[in-house]
């Protein structure tokens, strides 16, 4: 998809796949991925395509560093605006990076992202990257994703309903497609399923009959 498309939908505020609240999915399942009540390693947090979720904040309640990347400025200053600090920022070969303490975000592409941007990375959350992304961009994201996470840990949120009756964004992302991106690098473990149709109005008043959420651990 043209970046176009994502900076006219933050520029004119239509930006209805934010959350006002802190996802009940992360909330439930990060516990999965610590031990003794800690991620190991670096205890970083990466979290691709962020807009401006109110999870940053809760992973910096729970001490651990967070960085992420996203492609509108606007929604990058509305973070830092939520969590009323005043970043600095300083240029990247992709961008601009905010920065404040323990949060780190890159304001500009995912794929001009390294390994070496990011560092040691102990755990990813991917809420509304993948699904974000049309099927022709979604195999170069998640080769992407792991390389430059280095195999990092990883909770996946995705949707998978009928696209011929709607389309996305966000996208369909059905299970046999996630073990295709993801499967030849992580074991796959389907940690919750749910038909959410009657939470999502707007896909039901389309036609939909099911709109299955779906989270994974891949570790």
Not at 142 to 147: G, I, R, T
Not at 168 to 182: C, D, M, R, S, T
Not at 190 to 206: C, G, N, Q, T, V
Request: proline content about 5%.
């Amino acid at each position: 998809m043209e970046h176009t498309f994502w900076h006219n939908k933050w520029a004119i505020n239509q930006v209805g796949f934010h959350l006002d609240y802190v996802h009940p999915l992360l909330k439930r399942n990060l516990a999965l991925f610590e031990v003794n009540g800690r991620l190991r390693n670096s205890g970083k947090i990466f979290i691709p395509l962020c807009g401006k979720t109110l999870d940053i904040e809760f992973l910096l309640s729970q001490g651990y560093q967070v960085v992420a990347v996203e492609l509108s400025e606007i929604a990058v200053k509305e973070i830092f605006s939520q969590l009323n600090v005043q970043p600095t920022i300083r240029a990247w070969q992709g961008g601009k990076v905010y920065q404040f303490e323990k949060l780190t975000i890159f304001v500009g592409d995912y794929f001009s992202l390294t390994q070496k941007d990011l560092g040691e990375v102990s755990f990813v959350y991917d809420r509304a990257a993948l699904i974000a992304l049309p099927e022709k961009m979604r195999l170069e994201y998640a080769q992407h994703m792991v390389k430059i996470t280095q195999h990092s840990p990883q909770l996946l949120i995705t949707l998978d309903y009928d696209q011929t009756i709607a389309g996305g964004p966000p996208f369909a992302v059905p299970a046999a497609e996630v073990e295709a991106l993801y499967g030849g690098a992580y074991p796959i473990q389907l940690i919750e399923e749910a038909d959410i149709i009657s939470e999502e109005p707007r896909f039901k008043a389309k036609g939909l009959t099911s709109f299955y959420q779906r989270a994974y651990k891949l570790k």
